[in-house]
């Protein structure tokens, strides 16, 4: 990981902190932001193998369209706003135990991809935050044992 992406990162957890974002209410995504039924189906959180949070943190990028697939399905297609910045939309995700891969890529061109491991036996969570800088846009992710803290 670059020092830019660390920082990025480091910022994103220290922005999630100072905002009054909460695990209990999610904002309501936007109509276009969708999730396939699909192999990677849509759950309760409580159910919920993965618990993926998606976000447009860009001001100079106000409406972005971000697309997430976990090992080749698409999870997400839509339009992400940034509204007041700190809103992350969750989707709860049911996958099977083992590894798994995330590509997310984003219509000016941003992309990341990742892997991750599911046990099976408790739920994983992760953060893709969409950022510019300098009119240069980035995707990152977050991958963590406990759920987010959004403060």
């Not at 009054?20 to 159910?47: I, K, N, R």
Request: one cysteine or more.
């Amino acid at each position: 990981m670059s020092v830019r992406s660390s920082f990025v990162a480091a910022l994103a957890l220290f922005a999630c902190l100072l905002t009054a974002c909460s695990d209990d209410e999610d904002p309501t995504p936007h109509p276009q932001v969708t999730a396939s039924a699909s192999a990677v189906p849509l759950v309760g959180p409580g159910d919920a193998d993965l618990v993926l949070y998606v976000s447009n943190q860009s001001f100079e990028d106000e409406n972005v369209r971000l697309k997430l697939a976990v090992d080749g399905v698409t999870v997400v297609d839509g339009d992400f706003r940034v509204e007041g910045q700190h809103n992350w939309i969750r989707f709860p995700l049911s996958l099977s135990s083992g590894g798994h891969s995330l590509t997310a890529e984003s219509d000016t061109g941003a992309t990341v991809k990742e892997s991750f491991q599911v046990p099976g036996d408790e739920a994983r969570y992760a953060v893709v935050n969409y950022w510019t800088e300098d009119g240069s846009a980035d995707l990152t992710w977050q991958f963590q044992r406990e759920p987010v803290g959004f403060g």
